[in-house]
């Protein structure tokens, strides 16, 4: 085992995970344009929470939509960098892409976190805040272990005598 294996899978797993939250929110749109079936469970529902949180500002749905469709597209970006980061990691020589893909994937939750804001969640849905707080909060503990561990194997502890 070596910290090169470890920052490979940071970003593997980053760059599936934004994949997983790109096509639960493609999903959940493609329900709301009714193209999914009611039956399809592979969505995420936050067309749904987002509408609701907007309501208090009378935001009419095609503004939701332009918005929910905004996200997606982020999140599909974030998506590419990670993986194209993953992908550039392979060599022993520092990706061109860590710092894009952490660049677009912070940003996007700290986008979320100024929405929480200014939509006042925070009164309604405190988990919603929490997650994209600790979402962005796990972000940036990746890119610091991704760019401050040093590439090589590990060694043993020295021994006690």
């Known amino acids: 085992m070596n910290s090169r294996l ?8 980053w760059a599936a995970w934004m994949t997983i939250v790109t096509a639960t ?3 959940d749109a493609l329900k709301e344009l009714g193209w999914l079936g009611p039956s399809w469970v592979f969505a995420s529902g936050n067309f749904a929470f987002m509408a609701s949180t907007t309501a208090r500002y009378g935001t009419p749905g095609w503004v939701n939509a332009i918005l929910f469709l905004g996200v997606i597209l982020w999140e599909g970006l974030a998506a ?17 892409y860590v710092y894009p ?10 986008a979320f976190l100024l929405a929480d804001e200014v939509l ?3 009164a309604v849905a405190v988990s919603a805040q929490a997650t994209h ?17 040093p590439d090589g194997v590990a060694t043993d502890p020295p021994k006690a005598d």
Do not use: E, H
Request: net charge positive.
């Open 6 to 13: 470890l920052k490979r899978a940071l970003l593997l797993f």
């Open 25 to 27: 929110n493609l999903c």
């Open 80 to 96: 590419a960098l990670f993986w194209a980061a993953w992908w550039d990691s392979r060599q022993p020589a520092a990706s061109r």
């Open 101 to 110: 893909a952490f660049v677009v994937g912070l940003m996007l939750w700290a």
């Open 120 to 122: 006042i969640i925070y």
């Open 133 to 149: 707080l600790r979402l962005f909060i796990g972000q940036l503990v990746t890119l610091l272990a991704v760019v401050l561990l």
